[in-house]
């Protein structure tokens, strides 16, 4: 099977206008435009983030605006509109939510695995430990889990039952628990992707404390431990 030619990049956005000011910034500096698409959905932001959005996105990328409640009533839209018979070839998007950092060469080396694996449906590729250099591996491969986090690359044809939201905070692990059958792994080794929401510096600490209590995201499951500082030194230097 070849590579494929394109993938589709679902950036999902929610209010976290600061999260979403540095994490659009590092998406479009760090991905090879010229194998992706960028598709950018507002879910109803009302803290200034759409119109950010709309001024600051190139020309080349869409914005889909409404009101989804949920990343995975994003998906939905995105498979049902894409793929109306749910995907049956080899089809690869990438879902990156906006307190999301990404780093050089994420989408090559996740699509390379991606490639190398056909039969893998889901790879989850924020990072779980400390990545062990920031170079480009081609050795890079993963490790089969039960479920992997929102962020990361699927294949459309997993879709086969689209998950159907009942909640705010409905996720893709309630989703994946549901189809055991499909194939789901972490890129190992990590790469050193990081999530502002986990960083334990300021302002990010005191913006994701906000955000919580506004009901903009999850209670958080605790910051990165400052031994793991790896994770975000590209993004610091």
């Known amino acids: 099977m070849g590579r494929p030619q394109l993938i589709d990049v679902l950036y999902l956005a929610h209010n976290r ?5 540095a994490s659009l910034k590092a998406l479009l500096e760090n991905t090879d435009w010229g194998q ?10 009302t803290d200034g983030t759409r119109e ?19 990343p995975v009533a994003v998906m939905n839209d995105y498979i049902l509109k894409s793929n109306p ?10 879902k990156i939510d906006s307190d999301t950092m990404v780093p050089p060469g994420w989408l090559e080396e996740s699509a390379a695995v991606m490639t190398r694996n056909p039969s893998l449906d889901f790879l989850g590729i924020e990072a779980h430990c400390v990545p062990s250099d920031g170079a480009v591996r081609p050795d890079r491969d993963y490790r089969e889990c039960q479920h992997i986090g929102g962020i990361g690359l ?22 994946q628990l549901q189809l055991p059958q499909i194939q789901k792994g972490w ?18 600490r005191s913006l994701s404390r906000d955000y919580i209590a506004k009901e903009w995201q ?5 910051p990165y431990p400052e031994s793991v500082s790896d994770l975000w030194s590209w993004w610091c230097e």
């Open 218 to 222: 999850r209670e958080q499951w605790g």
């Open 52 to 70: 950010f959005l709309e001024r600051s996105l190139p020309v080349w990328a869409s914005l889909t605006k409404g009101k989804y409640r949920s």
């Open 187 to 204: 890129i190992r080794p990590s790469l050193p992707v990081f999530l502002l929401d986990h960083l334990p510096r300021e302002p990010w």
């Open 85 to 94: 018979s749910h995907g049956v070839g080899p089809q690869v998007f990438a």
């Open 154 to 175: 699927m294949r459309t044809r997993a879709f086969v039952t689209l998950p159907r939201p009942n909640n705010k905070f409905f996720g893709f692990t309630e989703f």
């Open 17 to 21: 206008l600061e999260f979403t000011k």
């Open 36 to 45: 992706a698409r960028l598709l950018v959905y507002d879910d109803n932001s």
